[in-house]
Nanobody
């Protein structure tokens, strides 16, 4: 299994931007589709974004389309989530996940590994 470590979460004002990073260990980064999920206080974990193994396909939750962008850097074994126009509703712990198929991850299935999460707090 690949090991995942998220970073970049912090307190930000509404309307601001933040970039989350997820560093993957091992030599098999390119074998995995990668995704971001989030869990707000008192709510279930939900899908945010996913990117295919080759990086050509991306999927987004409707709530973040047009504001968030997922990308990956194979040289750094890292996947990113650029978050713009942040809203208080984006406040959550954000988790990175590795899976086999990005489309499957987008409907909540097929995750092989999870990171421990990074907290994003958006103040109004």
């Amino acid at each position: 299994q690949v090991q995942l470590v998220e970073s970049g979460g912090e307190l930000v004002q509404a309307g601001g931007s933040l970039r989350l990073s997820c560093a993957a260990s091992g030599r098999t980064f390119s074998s995995y589709a990668m995704g971001w999920f989030r869990q707000a206080p008192g709510k279930e974990r939900e899908f945010v974004a996913a990117i295919s193994k080759g990086g050509s396909l991306t999927y987004y939750a409707d709530s973040v389309k047009g504001r968030f962008t997922i990308s990956r850097d194979y040289a750094k074994n890292t996947v990113y989530l650029q978050m713009n126009s942040l809203k208080p509703d984006d406040t959550a712990v954000y988790y990175c996940a590795a899976g086999r198929v990005a489309q499957t991850m987008s409907v909540g299935g097929g995750m092989d590994s999870w990171g421990k999460g990074t907290l994003v707090t958006v103040s109004s």
